[in-house]
């Protein structure tokens, strides 16, 4: 049975050891695993140019990217490596009410070049990070 000092110090101990524990690996996730997983240096004002279109346009209003978003329209984490720059530039541009190649719409828009090439820099800088297998290949075919 533990005295009341021998708990206090055994509480304090281990309020200590596993808040040292957790600072550290935030400093390690900060330091180190963010930058070697989503590459910082690689954004360019281009690639910064796609992320305000992508956030003033709310894509995420039927998209997702890592995850987050709406589930109307395909997950676009993967778009560059999935479709390429040239079939990116096509879906942002579509006319004709936008882009649907099965039945749903697109919003139409109206991108200049600079635009559209800044969409697809964003996509594919989001495409090289490390996400750790995110998204999974489909298991069924
Ligand atoms: C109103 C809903 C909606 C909004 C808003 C929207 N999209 Fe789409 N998007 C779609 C639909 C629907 C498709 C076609 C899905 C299909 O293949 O049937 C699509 C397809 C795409 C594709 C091709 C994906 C693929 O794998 O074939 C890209 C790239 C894309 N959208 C980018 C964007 C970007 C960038 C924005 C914001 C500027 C945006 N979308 C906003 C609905 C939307």
């Not at 000092?5 to 055994?10: D, L």
């Not at 509480?11 to 040292?20: K, P, V, Y």
């Not at 992508?54 to 778009?79: F, R, S």
């Not at 090439?117 to 298991?139: C, D, H, Q, S, Y």
Request: hydrophobic residues 40%; negative net charge.
């Amino acid at each position: 049975m533990l005295t009341k000092k021998q708990a206090k110090i055994f509480f304090l101990g281990g309020t200590l050891l596993f808040a040292l524990i957790f600072l550290g690996l935030s400093y390690d996730t900060v330091v180190s695993g963010l930058p070697a997983n989503t590459h910082p240096e690689n954004i360019t004002e281009e690639v910064l140019l796609g992320r305000t279109i992508w956030d003033d346009k709310n894509c995420m209003g039927c998209h997702t990217i890592m995850g987050e978003g709406a589930y109307y329209a395909p997950e676009l984490t993967k778009v560059y490596d999935r479709r390429g720059p040239d079939y990116i530039k096509a879906a942002v541009n579509f006319k004709n009410g936008g882009w649907a190649p099965n039945g749903r719409h697109m919003v139409e828009y109206n991108f200049t070049d600079k635009e559209a090439e800044g969409l697809v820099a964003f996509f594919k800088w989001v495409g090289e990070m490390n996400l750790n297998g995110f998204p999974a290949e489909p298991t069924i075919k």
